[in-house]
């Protein structure tokens, strides 16, 4: 509740109320909150001060704004350590969530540059290109291109190219997967990101590349993907 004789500032006061509500499931994920004249009536406080507690929560995706419905609690982020290796598929499962994806494209082409350079193939080698979003529970969380050797992995096809990647290796092929390196950066979204994640231009993103090795050093894939910045976030533990 407001205490209007603390030191500590309402806005943070009620900041702190709502994320209470949150959590303990008051209010729930995509349900609306009350408007800021409700709030103002309700603790007998000026609505300049719930706009104030609302924009911070905003700004730290508890909340988003709906232009014409209203203010709605966000859907809680996945989180992902920076720990381990573990594919979409395992990641979603090891949460209790429901993975699965949609495929945009199937292709067997040639290795450009770039991709040769990080594959450690020669230009013009066989790769596939396979293009897909990932979804949890139904929600996108991902679109994501991934390019792979088809000499190191042959046998995909637009079937199983659907399922883990990962699994397919490891129990088709009895491949050892080793380790993966990857850079983050944060963007904003484009036409296509906003259409085949279902979020507006301009919203956040974390685009993320990734290579991944066999137990050989081998490369076995480059990744390149984008992920919704209001569902997901990775979590690094650093010890001294």
């Known amino acids: 509740m407001i205490n209007k004789n603390s030191p500590v500032p309402i806005y943070h006061q009620l900041e702190e109320y709502i994320k209470q509500q949150i959590e303990n499931g008051v209010l729930k994920e995509e349900s ?4 800021e004249r409700e709030f103002a009536e309700r603790f007998q406080i000026s609505r300049m001060t719930v706009r104030q507690a609302i924009n911070n929560l905003v700004s730290e995706g508890y909340l988003k704004r709906q232009k014409g419905r209203g203010t709605f609690v966000t859907k809680k982020k996945v989180e992902q350590e920076l ?5 979409f598929t395992e990641d979603m499962l090891s949460r209790g969530m ?6 945009l494209s199937f292709q067997i082409i040639p ?3 770039k991709s040769a350079l990080a594959l450690r193939i020669e230009e ?4 596939y290109k396979i293009k897909r979003i990932r979804l949890a529970d139904g929600a996108p ?3 994501e291109t991934a390019y792979i050797p088809v000499e190191i992995v042959p046998g995909l096809t637009e079937e199983n190219s659907n399922l883990s ?3 397919y290796i490891e129990e088709n092929l009895a491949l050892s997967i080793r380790e993966a390196t990857q850079e983050i950066e944060a963007s904003t979204a ?3 990101d906003s259409e085949t994640l279902e979020i507006n231009i301009g919203d956040p993103i974390l685009l993320i590349e990734r290579i991944s090795y066999l137990q050989e050093g081998i490369p076995f894939e480059l990744v390149k993907s984008t992920f919704r910045a209001d569902r997901y976030r990775f979590v690094h533990t650093m010890k001294r």
Do not use: E, R
């Open 83 to 87: 720990q381990g290796m573990t594919s």
């Open 124 to 127: 013009a080698d066989s790769i």
């Open 165 to 167: 990647l990962y699994q």
């Open 111 to 113: 290795a450009d540059k």
């Open 141 to 143: 969380m991902a679109l």
């Open 32 to 35: 609306v909150i009350p408007s």
């Open 98 to 103: 429901n993975p699965s994806s949609i495929l």
């Open 190 to 192: 484009d036409t296509l």
